[in-house]
């Protein structure tokens, strides 16, 4: 079998991409025709506030930032999440948590002044072999 030619790739790299081409545009033009007819829908009946729910864009995930942070000491080590963000303390560690978990754990925490530094964990040593 001979190897095609440098022009006959060309080609057919050529109409494949043309192809692909109309296909979107005929994909986009479905979808406008659908949009319309949902516009048209929702008109009809009256479903403004409905529709404006299902194109709402999701909420947003809390950030650590957003809400305030309390230092405690960690009078039982844990592990939680709070608010889709992770959290976990060793016994006696010093470390910053939302104020929303340190109420809702006080058997966990106590609080120390914000000037007492943060617990650093221990360096890992390798025991030789």
Same mark, same amino acid.
């Given at each position: 079998? @001979?190897?095609?030619?440098?022009?006959?790739?060309?080609?057919?790299? %050529?109409?494949?991409?043309?192809? @692909?081409?109309?296909?979107?545009?005929?994909?986009? !033009?479905?979808?406008? =025709?659908? =949009?319309? !007819?949902?516009?048209?829908?929702?008109?009809?009946?009256?479903?403004? !506030?409905?529709?404006? $729910?299902?194109?709402?864009?999701?909420?947003?995930?809390?950030?650590?930032?957003?809400?305030?942070?309390?230092?405690?000491?960690? @009078? =039982?080590? %844990?592990?939680? $999440?709070?608010?889709?963000?992770?959290?976990?303390?060793?016994?006696? !560690?010093?470390?910053?948590?939302?104020?929303?978990?340190?109420?809702?754990?006080?058997?966990? %925490? =106590? @609080?120390?002044?914000?000037?007492?530094?943060?617990?650093?964990?221990?360096?890992?040593?390798?025991?030789?072999?």
């Amino acid at each position: 079998m @001979r190897p095609l030619s440098p022009l006959a790739i060309m080609k057919t790299l %050529f109409y494949e991409i043309q192809q @692909r081409k109309q296909a979107v545009a005929g994909l986009n !033009a479905a979808i406008a =025709e659908q =949009e319309a !007819a949902l516009d048209a829908h929702v008109k009809t009946h009256g479903l403004k !506030a409905e529709l404006a $729910e299902l194109t709402a864009p999701p909420p947003t995930v809390s950030s650590r930032i957003a809400e305030p942070t309390v230092r405690v000491r960690v @009078r =039982e080590g %844990f592990s939680t $999440e709070w608010d889709g963000i992770p959290y976990s303390g060793p016994t006696n !560690a010093i470390i910053d948590v939302p104020r929303g978990l340190e109420r809702a754990a006080p058997h966990l %925490f =106590e @609080r120390v002044p914000d000037d007492t530094p943060l617990h650093t964990p221990a360096p890992v040593v390798m025991w030789p072999r």
